[in-house]
């Protein structure tokens, strides 16, 4: 059964990670699958990612993360998991977000060597993992998979992605977010180990993918239509998708606030020097309603759209300080089989035995 939650003492050290078995009785690879509604495809993915994982010949689990799913993706899962004793069962205790479930299966990815991230849908095709593994074995920390087409998207969406991914590069600073790249990657353990370190509650994975840094290098694929379902996210839910990226990534907005006011604080100078100059020049004529009408407008417009920047920083630093945890585990089932040496698979790659449940919630 899953210990009890204690929320975290003020001052206290962190919550503990799930605790993991021994790194000699650990998989080597771990595929983590968050999931929210997914009924309709979960047995597909299964079906597709199995024999790819197992051609590659090292000891792997599967994760899986059910964020809340009101239909029956927990009981898929739990029958996957009872028919597959590499398949691990991480289900959350309501939805808290794709990125938030993406960080709980990373929390309890076993793997000794590598994780593999992945969307269930199966528009990023399980084939593509091979490609992946092969370029982490010529010594690649981070290996994210590139789109090279998107199938199945509306010239619209990839449009705007297109536009974000500009944005994002040019704000960014020092740090680099790879253009039409999603979360499907693979990623060292060492690198798994920073980024884990990370416990933001407004988390953006791509751009804390490519914070932790480390020797990246892409994988060109071309992404394929949904396999069945439908997209769980709107163009609103991108939307507010994309401003958390932005200002969870960057400062930039505060900044264009700031520039903003010095401009019009500048053309407010101007304005009001003319206005003196027509005065002495030409007399006091009475200003028109119209202009006067504009100018308070436009300046009103302007100061909320600036405290509308300041309050989402603000809401951010609330949200941090309110010491949360990231997410609450209502069950965790890991992954329990003997292991059994692969003829390619390392010598440091041991049996698993079945191990007891992880700590229900992580920081």
Do not use: C
């Not at 899962?77 to 808290?96: E, G």
């Not at 709107?234 to 200002?247: A, H, M, V």
């Amino acid at each position: 059964m899953s210990r009890p939650f204690t929320p975290p003492l003020r001052g206290a050290t962190p919550p503990r990670l799930p605790e993991q078995p021994p790194a000699g009785a650990r998989p080597a690879l771990s595929v983590v699958v968050p999931a929210y509604n997914e009924e309709e495809v979960l047995e597909a993915f299964q079906a597709r990612v199995v024999p790819v994982m197992e051609a590659i010949g090292l000891p792997f689990e599967i994760v899986y993360v059910n964020d809340g799913s009101r239909d029956r993706t927990l009981e898929i899962m739990l029958a996957l998991q009872a028919a597959d004793p590499r398949v691990a069962v991480v289900n959350l205790s309501r939805n808290f977000g794709k990125e938030i479930a993406l960080t709980a299966g990373l929390d309890h990815a076993a793997a000794t060597d590598a994780v593999v991230v992945i969307d269930a849908d199966l528009q990023d095709p399980p084939e593509v993992i091979p490609d992946l593994v092969a370029a982490w074995q010529r010594g690649f920390d981070v290996v994210y998979a590139q789109r090279r087409v998107r199938e199945g998207e509306t010239w619209l969406k990839k449009a705007t992605a297109s536009a974000f991914y500009r944005i994002m590069q040019r704000i960014g600073g020092r740090v680099h977010l790879p253009a039409n790249t999603g979360d499907f990657r693979l990623i060292s353990r060492r690198a798994l180990d920073a980024l884990l370190a990370l416990r933001e509650h407004h988390r953006f994975m791509k751009g804390l993918f490519a914070w932790v840094g480390f020797p990246s290098t892409p994988v060109i694929y071309d992404r394929a239509p949904r396999a069945a379902g439908t997209t769980k996210w709107n163009y609103w839910k991108l939307w507010n998708f994309s401003l958390e990226g932005i200002t969870s990534f960057t400062v930039g907005p505060l900044k264009v606030a700031t520039y903003l006011g010095l401009a019009t604080a500048v053309f407010a100078a101007i304005f009001g020097v003319q206005i003196i100059l027509r005065t002495l020049i030409w007399g006091n004529p009475v200003a028109g309603y119209p202009s006067l009408m504009a100018v308070v407008l436009f300046l009103g417009g302007v100061q909320l759209m600036t405290l509308g920047i300041i309050g989402e920083y603000l809401g951010r630093v609330f949200n941090e300080t309110k010491g949360r945890p990231l997410y609450i585990v209502e069950r965790h089932l890991p992954s329990g089989t003997t292991w059994r040496q692969a003829s390619s698979a390392p010598s440091g790659v041991q049996a698993l035995a079945p191990s007891g449940t992880s700590p229900a919630s992580a920081g």
